[in-house]
């Protein structure tokens, strides 16, 4: 579903912010991206959704060379950024139905789908109050019902639970799990908190100073750093292959 080849930034002053990086995100799987601060995780995804050119390198996603073919690929991708903003004095269903228009959905098409969607992430009672009265919680909720407005095939969250209370990362987690089961969209999604990727994503890639460490399923990645029998967290794999030369 997502591929990258050999993809490399770098930035004006010089910085190499991803290197030679070649992931390979399957279709349905829940995918995490791992790494430190500063590993070039969102570079990564800028240079995924086209706000970053890659200086070398290419990305395909469902089969789609992405270089030039912004407006195609916008349609397959649904993209909630580390930080982003909302209009405030839009109520929620209206700023569904903003983005909607944004894809170009058709007037009909759009109110049955941002009424679903807002039933989804449990927003249904709000979605006549103004964004700015809610939670920061609804708001990523909102936020996550926005990325799958145009249905795409693919969902990149970049952080999704940062400053979620646990309640408020766990009713994230479980949309995510239940949106990829019953639409079978394929979700890459980067996050610090190490527990919440091992409970919710199927394969991940840990990354360092711009560079791939490992690839694979969660499962395999723990049984390969597994010692005397003794399978470690996924906390434990990150900060022994993360952690070393940390002066
Ligand atoms: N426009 C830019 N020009 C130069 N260097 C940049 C630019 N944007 C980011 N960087 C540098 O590239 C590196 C990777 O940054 P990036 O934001 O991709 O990391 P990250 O893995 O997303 O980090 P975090 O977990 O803190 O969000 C960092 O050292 C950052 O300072």
Redesign the pocket.
């Known amino acids: 579903m997502l591929r990258t080849e050999l993809l490399s930034?770098r930035?004006?002053?010089g910085?190499?912010?991803?290197r030679q990086m070649s992931i390979h995100v399957r279709k349905g799987d829940v995918y995490g991206f791992l790494?430190?601060?500063?590993?070039?995780?969102?570079?990564?995804?800028?240079m995924m959704t086209g706000l970053?050119e890659p200086t070398s390198g290419s990305i395909w996603v469902d089969g789609v060379n992405i270089s030039g073919r912004q407006t195609e690929i916008r349609q397959m991708i649904g993209v909630l950024p580390?930080s982003h903003g909302f209009y405030r004095w839009m109520t929620g269903r209206e700023y569904l139905l903003f983005f909607a228009s944004m894809y170009g959905l058709p007037r009909s098409l759009a109110g049955s789908r941002a009424d679903e969607l807002l039933e989804r992430v449990g927003l249904k009672d709000k979605r006549h109050s103004p964004v700015k009265q809610y939670s920061r919680g609804m708001k990523q909720r909102l936020g996550i019902a926005k990325t799958m407005i145009h249905q795409p095939k693919l969902m990149i969250l970049?952080?999704p639970t940062l400053g979620l209370d646990p309640q408020g990362q766990r009713d994230i987690q479980q949309l995510i799990r239940e949106l990829n089961e019953d639409t079978n969209v394929t979700v890459f999604i980067?996050s610090?908190l190490l527990k919440e990727i091992d409970e919710i994503c199927n394969r991940i890639a840990i990354?360092k100073n711009?560079m791939l460490l490992e690839e694979g399923t969660v499962t395999d990645l723990k049984a390969n750093y597994s010692r005397d029998g003794e399978i470690p967290s996924l906390e434990e794999v990150f900060l022994k292959l993360t952690a070393s030369d940390r002066g």
């Open positions: 930034k930035y004006e002053n910085f190499m912010a991803v790494g430190p601060n500063g590993a070039g995780k969102t570079t990564t995804i800028r970053v580390e970049d952080e980067t610090h990354v711009g």
